[in-house]
Structures are given as C-alpha cells and as structure tokens.
C-alpha cells in the first residue's frame, strides 16, 4: 500500500485546514488508519488514529477537540480536519496505515504501523 498525503501549507491561528492521505488501493474495514507529526527539532508525535470498520478514534490530548479524523470509502482517501490551529501545530504530518485493527491504547505507537505517507508541512502563523 502506497500512501500519498498533500494538503499542508500556511495558515493563520485560529483557521482549519483538511489534510488528505490518498491510498493506493482499497482500504479494507480492518485498516487502522493514523497521523502523527514532526516539529522542527522535536520527534515525531501521535496525532489522531482511527480503527475503521466500528472501531474507535483516538488523539492527542493537545488537538482532541480540534482535530477529526475521518474516511471517504469511494476515494481510498484518509482525511485530517483541523480547526483552530494554533501556532504550536506547526509541523511536518505524516499518515500511516496498517492492516491490522488496533485497539486505542495501541495506535499512538509508530511502530505499529507499516506503511507510511511522505509529509506535508502545516505552517500556523500567529
């Protein structure tokens, strides 16, 4: 499974921007589906995951609230709905996918995921 994500660029506080993770082929309902991200000098993060055929979300204390994490079936697409960003947002955001259906406790793990999208950068400005 190859992953493409686009949809980053600038933005000012308080505004949403939707972040897009395209798949490569259909996503199965047993798919989890995560984003995580990377400010400069810092490692990356758990952002938002979702296990997809009933199962539940999850996200980081810092965007649950802000962030949606949600799927459109006929696209393969994986999408991240920000709002009100806030310039501590700013970072590189990656998704990744894996076959399996993980449980909540286990999707903010990085290594539980196999495959992975290049970045896109979000950029909030104060």
């Known amino acids: 499974v190859q992953l493409q994500a686009s949809g980053g660029g600038l933005v000012q506080a308080g505004n949403s921007l939707r972040l897009s993770c395209a798949a490569s082929?259909?996503?199965?309902?047993?798919?989890?589906s995560g984003w995580f991200r990377q400010a400069p000098g810092k490692e990356r993060e758990f952002v938002a995951a979702?296990?997809?055929?009933?199962?539940?979300?999850s996200y980081a204390a810092s965007v649950k609230g802000r962030f949606t994490i949600f799927r459109d079936n006929a696209k393969n697409t994986v999408f991240l709905q920000m709002d009100r960003l806030k310039p501590e947002d700013t970072a590189v955001y990656y998704c990744?996918?894996?076959?399996?259906?993980?449980?909540?406790?286990?999707?903010?793990?990085?290594?539980?995921?196999?495959?992975w999208g290049q970045g896109t950068l979000v950029t909030v400005s104060s």
């Open positions: 990744a996918a894996t076959q399996r259906g993980l449980i909540t406790s286990a999707q903010g793990d990085p290594r539980a995921y196999g495959y």
């Open positions: 082929e259909r996503t199965f309902s047993t798919y989890t």
């Open positions: 979702r296990r997809w055929g009933g199962g539940s979300a």
